[in-house]
């Protein structure tokens, strides 16, 4: 279900470069701001990081403080580098020296860096050079993608989702009562969902000639507690009822045998891209309560 707003997903690789937004930190005991699969980004990082960015003129300071939402964007980029890395290194791919030169050269010729430090320039450049590695990266085999698709869904970094919506939370659970009886879902659908064309389309989200759609345009346009309910759906189970501002929704995460041509097109798209983004959605992240929490429907750090 979209919200009325445009995709604006960019690999966080880039938003140091841009970055010019304001930000403030909170008080907080632990030295860790944020965990990923046990890489830690230390508040000593995300502080050192914040102080040259508002140097560089980039985080300007209102009363010695830096807005929450920009200290957030910017541990977010910290987080997001460290998953690249983690993405690289699983699929046997690096950053070169190569990368860092074209990226050290674009930023040279398009951003004004005479009030960089050298750990900032580096840190753009890095994370800038992450992201040209993940296009490298190779999707993988049909069965570990069987697998890994079984075992989380998003982890591939698309979705192929059913759903339906009522208005009542209680019709959702009659019509769930009989999806598992075992009525087919696309028919379940098409008989109770008050979405238009339900009929036709058996409920299916589907994108331009695919059964599937990325992970990142859910994340960026779809209502986020459906996006969350679909996240936690398993391959072929039918979950709900799920609360979104449009209803009470039943979701159904379709068969990997149903879409694997669908999810192999994809992939062949931009196997890196799409594998980091579903490394973030399906991996515990540990946040600091000083600066939010983690949330997989945005792939984003939120305000708590």
Known sequence: MKNNKTNTFRLATTALVTLAVVVSSCGS?????????????????????????SDAGQTPVVDGEVA????????????QGAAAREILKKYGQEITEADREEIALSVSQNTDTTAFTEHLKNLI?????????????????????????????ASLG?????????????????????????ADFAEVAGEYSIEPNAKESGGALSGANNACMLLSEYQ????????????????????????????YHIILIRPFVEVAADISALLET????LLFNGYLATTKIKIDSAYGVWNSARGAIIAN
Do not use: W
Not at 68 to 79: E, H, K, N, V
Not at 143 to 149: E, F, L
């Open 68 to 79: 929450g939402d920009t200290a957030r964007s910017i541990l977010t980029a910290l987080l």
């Open 220 to 247: 960026s346009s779809f209502d986020p507690g459906f996006t969350a309910g679909a996240l936690l759906a398993k391959s072929g189970v039918a979950t709900g009822p799920v609360k979104s501002s449009f209803g």
């Open 270 to 273: 931009n196997a890196g891209e």
């Open 125 to 153: 450049i890095e994370l800038n050079a992450g992201g040209l590695a993940l296009k490298r990266v190779v999707a993988p085999d049909a069965k570990t993608a069987a697998k890994m698709y079984d075992e989380a869904p």
């Open 29 to 53: 005991t632990s030295n860790s701001a944020a965990e990923i699969a046990g890489t830690k980004i230390s508040r000593d990082e995300l502080e050192l990081t914040i102080t040259e960015l």
């Open 158 to 182: 698309v979705m192929c989702v059913r759903h339906l919506v009522v208005e009542q939370e209680a019709k959702a659970k009659e019509a769930l009562a009989k999806i598992s009886a075992g």
